[in-house]
């Protein structure tokens, strides 16, 4: 196995008088105690250890967003943004690890893939981005995207795009009804990529056959896929989406802004998939958590209207369309209480422990030995500290 660059010095840390979240979905009363980065014990420290007491307040796992392309004024379009200051406002909604995800013509892909990599010395100087996604250019049909963005399956463009990635890319999506999609799928997989089922009006049969090859993820479910044609008059038709609620090899990404996918149908895929089968993804574009208004987007994509945090990021030059959510992390992990009527066990597993098993990362739960990122919540879950390998690096007191 390709060994992972070091990222990060290693701190210490403790934490005292909190309700930790655990694995099982229990709250316990208590404390943890991080060395190198790890959770190294987890109950109340003893009383000589210098620790954080967040006086009773929740730790839970940080979220983690396998989608997403800008945040509040960044985005991964702008040649001006760089990866910290993305990173920095994910902290600040209580992401821990994200990725960044581009959808845009090769050539500029390649040249956004350099210059991250170049500035932030092959992401060590982000812990928080833990790979980079490619939504763009694979795709059967470009949703909010621009036709210039897609390109055919080739092995030249996914060897050179892999090669720009420099064993970073991570996430890749594929419409399964595009020439070569099997083959291309397996090559990911074997470059250690997961390949993700996406902007496609594919038949079963050609799901089917992507999933054969090893896909394992569905990018934003019902949004981007086509409603079946009735072919028998009075007869329901079964199309890709019937198909994929029950197919367990692949695990759902849900947009839970409640207006990209309406609160029945996130039910409906909760009852269908296995408890490793959803995650929640903010498809957040630049405009996320910003205050609502009209904002130019960067890199030509318009004029954008926003309206809160679950109307989504809408092109008021086409029609008022979706091009991403204005839903930040915190947001949908709190809708998932709030608005889908889940407690917070569920809302984690969506958020943090079900992609960090998909990616394989040590992340996503609170567990000896597993990266110490986690979130400090206030009884009405208002974020009051984001802690990446046992590093504080968003306090909300220092906000204030
Ligand atoms: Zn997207």
């Not at 956004?112 to 100087?125: I, K, P």
């Amino acid at each position: 196995m390709k060994k992972q660059p070091m990222k990060t010095s290693l701190p210490a840390m403790a934490i005292r008088n909190a309700k930790i979240l655990l694995p099982g979905g229990q709250m316990v009363a208590g404390g943890l105690t991080v060395e190198q980065g790890r959770i190294a014990r987890i109950g109340q420290p003893n009383r000589k250890t210098p620790a954080l007491d967040v006086q009773g307040a929740y730790v839970i796992p940080g979220l983690i967003d396998l989608h997403t392309h800008g945040i509040g004024y960044t985005s991964v379009f702008s040649i001006n943004d760089t990866l910290q200051s993305y990173a920095e406002q994910e902290a600040a909604r209580g992401t821990t690890a994200f990725y960044p995800s581009f959808f845009g013509p090769v050539e500029e892909t390649i040249g956004h893939l350099n210059r991250h990599l170049a500035e932030t010395d092959n992401l060590r100087t982000v812990p928080q981005v833990v790979g980079f996604r490619l939504e763009s250019p694979y795709l059967a049909r470009t949703g909010a995207g621009r036709s210039k963005d897609l390109a055919p399956i080739s092995s030249t463009t996914t060897r050179r795009l892999l090669r720009a990635g420099g064993g970073w890319i991570k996430i890749w999506d594929i419409s399964p009804e595009l020439p070569g999609a099997p083959a291309a799928i397996r090559t990911l997989c074997r470059s250690g990529v997961v390949c993700s089922i996406a902007h496609t009006q594919c038949t079963v049969k050609q799901a089917q056959a992507a999933i054969a090859a090893g896909a394992r993820l569905v990018t934003h479910m019902f949004d981007t896929f086509v409603m079946p044609i009735e072919t028998d008059p009075g007869v329901y038709p079964a199309g890709l989406v019937d198909y994929l609620l029950v197919e367990d090899r692949v695990a759902c990404e849900i947009i839970a802004d409640g207006t990209h996918v309406p609160a029945f149908h996130v039910e409906k895929t909760l009852r269908c998939k296995p408890a490793g089968g959803i995650i929640l993804v903010t498809d957040s574009n630049f405009g996320a958590g910003l205050p609502p208004g009209e904002y130019d987007l960067p890199q030509g994509w318009g004029r954008a209207k926003i309206a809160g945090p679950n109307n989504g990021v809408r092109l008021i030059d086409r029609d008022m369309g979706l091009a991403g959510s204005a839903l930040t992390p915190i947001d949908g992990f709190r809708n998932m209480i709030r608005m889908f009527h889940k407690d917070i066990a569920v809302a984690s597993r969506l958020c943090s422990a079900n992609p960090a098993r998909l990616l394989g990362l040590n992340k996503g739960e609170i567990a000896i030995g597993r990266d110490a990122d986690l979130l400090v919540l206030s009884p009405k879950l208002d974020l009051l500290y984001t802690v990446v390998g046992g590093k504080i690096i968003f306090s909300r007191q220092s906000q204030d």
